[in-house]
């Protein structure tokens, strides 16, 4: 079992910048591909940015490409999301999840999934 623990989220002025992190429990944290999904009220979670087991790999939704970058570092068994040039529409709560092997871009198809982090950036 992995457990996934979220932190850094906030409340932001749009246009700026915060850093998320996911902490995840267990020895075997770097043979899983990481993830990002995100949820506003009312909307169905989606994807937002996910990282290959060794880091060689990121992938991006459209909607935060240039602006958010992911990153991990296994020796603390953590996974990052940084936030810049932030925006109104980017409100929402924020999830990290793990799939072991290869990266998954679903919602509905990972293994193991955090709490949440909200995010709120303002106009």
């Known amino acids: 079992q992995v457990q996934l623990v979220e932190s850094g989220g906030g409340l932001v002025q749009a246009g700026g910048s915060l850093r998320l992190s996911c902490e995840a429990s267990?020895?075997?944290?770097?043979?899983?591909?990481m993830g990002w999904f995100r949820q506003a009220p009312l909307k169905e979670r989606e994807f937002v940015a996910a990282?290959?087991?060794?880091?060689?790999?990121?992938y991006y939704a459209e909607s935060v490409k240039g602006r958010f970058t992911i990153s991990r570092d296994n020796a603390k068994n953590t996974v990052y999301l940084q936030m810049n040039s932030l925006k109104p529409e980017d409100t929402a709560v924020y999830y990290c999840?793990?799939?072991?092997?290869?990266?998954?871009?679903?919602?509905?198809?990972?293994?193991?999934w955090g709490q949440g982090t909200q995010v709120t950036v303002s106009s």
């Open positions: 990282i290959n087991w060794s880091g060689g790999s990121t």
């Open positions: 267990g020895r075997t944290f770097s043979s899983y591909a």
């Open positions: 999840a793990a799939n072991k092997g290869v990266i998954s871009t679903s919602s509905l198809y990972n293994d193991y």
